[in-house]
Nanobody, 124 residues
């Protein structure tokens, strides 16, 4: 059954904004933390931001701090990634992930639910 579904990707010019959404269902919905990862062509997948679902605590990688904001709407079982001041280097497939508590939130093997991804393309 479907567990995580992303939406909101698209093409924007540098400096623009996008908001990604991730709707969770089933066991994914009850995960302790939900994160956004991204993978650019020819590069490894990397963690972008995480939200701990019970406390709403958030953490970001340095390369998106001050530009991206992760949030959740528990009534809608949805996690968002607001992306502002987008740069061409932000171009990637963005994935939503859900999983239990653990160290190093940006390590993808710690997550057991993944969405199919949504493409973000930023042109200069």
């Amino acid at each position: 059954q479907v567990q995580l579904v992303e939406s909101g990707g698209g093409s924007v010019q540098a400096g623009g904004s996008l908001r990604l959404s991730c709707v969770a269902s089933g066991k994914a919905y009850s995960s302790n933390r939900m994160a956004w990862f991204r993978q650019a062509p020819g590069k490894e997948r990397e963690g972008v931001a995480v939200i701990y679902t019970s406390s709403s605590a958030t953490y970001y990688r340095d390369f998106v701090k001050g530009r991206f904001t992760i949030s959740q709407d528990t009534a809608k079982n949805t996690v968002y990634l607001q992306m502002d001041s987008l740069e061409p280097d932000d171009t990637a497939m963005y994935y939503c992930a859900a999983g239990p508590y653990g160290r190093s939130w940006y390590t993808e093997r710690l997550y057991n639910f993944w969405g199919q991804g949504t493409q973000v393309t930023v042109s200069s």
